[in-house]
């Protein structure tokens, strides 16, 4: 499948990261991904508790900490380009920050995933995150030879955190957008929680898209930006990721009974 075909791919950039946006722009271009540049929202510098969306109670009792503005601002970066794949007639939604960096079979590798999944192999899925390794908790379900090596794509039962790249179905984005009034954690500690409890998410072991390390100009640290802790943050936290460990592992064998048992594999490493 032409990687332009039914997909629409979206660039989240702020204004001054002029630098960092030139280097995405070459890497697209190079492996032929057309793309749209999205102004990144700058939250560094406004107080949380501006956001009608933003529950802080909440943040505090389930995520065991405030956010910072900073981290609304690429919370609200993400729903954007949601919206933005949504009012398009594209089929498929690809969400970058403009810290990315493509592995030499990164087009090849998309190409193979769509094929995947516009054949019906990967039905009721909402995203694949490919900027993240799955490391854990995960059922082998395809293996697509792109030249230089194998990309082995999993049922992400516990999702990858990070949203250097988000693949996008309509359904997903959708579903995705009815939460976006009612933010309590970090985006990526989000589409963690709501994959753990979906089981909707895919991903990569070795993924085709990594980050280039810099640090990210939306969630650098900002004076004034109160991110201080609940009492008992780490009972809390431990609590988060027992859930969502729990969901994952009754997930897995879920899954994993209703798949032949050629795919009844388990991430290497676990």
């Not at 516009?118 to 908790?137: C, D, I, Q, S, T």
């Amino acid at each position: 499948m032409l990687i332009n075909g039914k997909i629409k791919s979206f660039v989240i950039n702020l204004e001054a990261s002029t630098e960092r946006f030139e280097y995405a722009k070459e890497q697209l271009d190079r492996a032929g991904i057309p793309f749209e540049r999205v102004p990144a929202f700058d939250g560094r510098t406004t107080a949380s508790t501006s956001f009608p969306e933003y529950d802080e109670a909440k943040a505090l009792s389930w995520f065991g900490r405030k956010l910072s503005g900073a981290e609304l601002g690429c919370y609200f970066s993400h729903i954007d380009c949601v919206r933005r794949f949504l009012e398009s007639d594209a089929v498929y939604g690809l969400s970058l920050e403009d810290d990315l960096e493509l592995m030499p079979d990164a087009a090849q590798s998309l190409s193979s995933l769509l094929d995947y999944l516009e054949a019906g192999r990967a039905p009721g899925w909402h995203m694949v995150n490919l900027g993240r390794p799955v490391k854990r908790f995960g059922s082998e379900v395809a293996r697509f030879s792109t030249g230089q090596q194998t990309r082995v794509l999993c049922r992400a039962h516990y999702f990858p955190d990070t949203t250097t790249a988000i693949l996008w179905s309509r359904e997903g984005a959708k579903q995705f957008l009815e939460t976006a009034d009612h933010i309590y954690m970090p985006i990526d500690h989000f589409l963690r929680r709501w994959n753990c409890h979906a089981d909707a998410g895919y991903g990569f072991i070795d993924p085709p898209i990594t980050t280039s390390g810099a640090e990210s100009d939306i969630l650098r640290a900002t004076t004034g930006q109160d991110t201080s802790r609940a009492r008992f943050y780490h009972l809390r936290k431990h609590r988060r990721l027992q859930l969502n460990k729990r969901n994952a592992k009754r997930n897995r064998k879920a899954f994993q009974e209703r798949m032949p048992a050629g795919f009844q594999q388990r991430v290497p490493g676990e």
